[in-house]
């Protein structure tokens, strides 16, 4: 009866070159995601799925690492796009007074930030968390002093020549967070800044360098600069240095703040402050309101309001994450997607030392982006040399290529090799 089973069952095995030329999978009863494929398919399988672990993990690394810089870069877009809808709102009919720009744009802004705060129910929001009060109005009103020097220089100097002037900004904000907040200032970053600011010289061409730009900046097509004299000119650019001297004084208390306020806080004390101050000098100054005539001119102030809105979220955001140094490095590649919108939108063709300048400027701030290395938040860790020892039992937290690996209960922190781990074997 043996023999009889025994040719059975050779009869209904299969052959040698089925078995080899498929791969076998012996948990086929498992579900989906527990099955595991034997043969030279589960080799590149399993190298793949490496691989792919491999670079997520350092994605996730490099923008854990640098989330405050991406957000401010991101946030640039949107102040681009608000400023050509400035540009744009004050050539519709009658322009619009600097003043009012901001009590309506802000007023749009404050909106939000109120009907965020109760969808979410955020607490303590009109007056903010204790302890941080005095900075959320110093915030909201160096911020409202930083936005007019802004908007005012937009009526008489051209889209780039108002975008360079704000690259003082980021030497103000490492400077004062250095002196005040006593923030790490390295010489990398100072380096990038130097660099960096050479390719604004580029960009901005000033005539006591190279002369009558007439012929040399010829990439201008804004009307805002040939139209308005030499003393608009002057007093534009006054203001403006003046605003971000002032605006400074909002990054510093958007970092001194940090983390114990909820990002819509410091929106709203900005918009509150900026909606009060500016409605209250257009009274007292006796500033007639300019009324929309057009769907057009409604439209594009509600662009402003959204715009403005968006940037300046993911600015607050960026700050409670980064530096004052770091972050208004990322500033500078505003002056980038202003080239690029104004290429789009009116056409403009850079020349060849915008484009030098703009490359100068982007390869700044992916310097200062890829020199920050991030630092263990506990001490408690043990260094490895080689990933395979990560498989010891009683760790907590593994990471590749060089493993750092967090203990339970311990209160040192010391480098070992993986031979160290073979001698003496952790205790289960």
Known sequence: MSTINGYIALSQSPTEDQTSSDDIDLTSSLPTGRRRIFGPQSRWF??????????????????????????????????????????????????????????????????????????????DPILGPKGVRLLLVNRGLCGFFGLFGMYYSLQYLSLADATVLSFLAPLSAAIGG???????????????????????????RPPFLFGNTNSVNSDSSDAASSLATAIDRIRAVCVAVFGIVLGTGALLSMRAIGKRAHPMHLMMFFSTWCTIVASAAMYFMKIPIVYPHNWKWAAMLIFIGLSGFFAQTLTTIGYQHETAARGSMGQYVQLLFAGVLEYVIFGTVPSALSLIGAAIIMASAIYVIISKKGSPKEPEAIRLREPDSALEEGLMYTELPNTTIKLAETGSSRRIGHEDLKEKPPST
Request: charged share 15%.
């Open 178 to 204: 250095y002196i005040v907040l006593k923030e790490p200032y390295s010489k990398r970053e100072a380096f990038a800044a130097i660099v960096s600011l050479l390719g604004v010289i580029l960009i901005a």
């Open 46 to 123: 399993e190298s793949l799925q490496l691989r792919w672990r491999g670079m997520t993990s350092r994605a996730i690394a490099f923008v854990e690492t640098n989330l405050g810089m991406l957000l401010i870069i991101v946030a640039q877009f949107f102040f681009v796009c608000m400023n050509l809808g400035v540009k744009q709102l004050n050539s519709l009919d009658v322009p619009m007074h600097t003043l009012e720009l901001i009590a309506v744009r802000m007023g749009i802004t404050l909106a939000c930030c109120v009907l965020y705060m109760v969808a979410m129910k955020i607490p």
